[in-house]
Nanobody
Framework: QVQLVESGGGLVQAGGSLRLSCTAS????????MAWFRQAPGKEREFVGA????????YFADSVKGRFTISRDYAKNMVYLQMNSLKPEDTAVYYC????????????WGQGTQVTVSS
């Protein structure tokens, strides 16, 4: 049973930083693409960034590019989202997601962790 658990959310002032963690369990994630999404109040869930296991590449939404980074600890099945220069518009519930084949898209999700950025 695949499980994803996020942690690290909280309240931070604009310009500050937070690091979110995602602990994955239930199988090896060394060949699994992982991603972060977020959902702000009254808005649809949106893509934040992803980490491809093949080549170790990462890519991000334009809204966070240059401010957010993703890293992975393959030995610990952990994925991290480092968020710098946070803005009030980054306020949202952040979700970790895994794309486990043979699914066509991300098919496992964590419960989410709240990030609130005050102005």
């Amino acid at each position: 049973q695949v499980q994803l658990v996020e942690s690290g959310g909280g309240l931070v002032q604009a310009g500050g930083s937070l690091r979110l963690s995602c602990t994955a369990s239930g199988r090896s994630f060394s060949t699994i693409n992982m991603a972060w999404f977020r959902q702000a109040p009254g808005k649809e869930r949106e893509f934040v960034g992803a980490s491809r296991w093949s080549g170790g590449t990462t890519y991000f939404a334009d809204s966070v590019k240059g401010r957010f980074t993703i890293s992975r600890d393959y030995a610990k099945n952990m994925v991290y989202l480092q968020m710098n220069s946070l803005k009030p518009e980054d306020t949202a519930v952040y979700y970790c997601a895994a794309w486990v084949p043979p699914a066509a898209s991300y098919n496992y999700w964590g419960q989410g962790t709240q990030v609130t950025v005050s102005s």
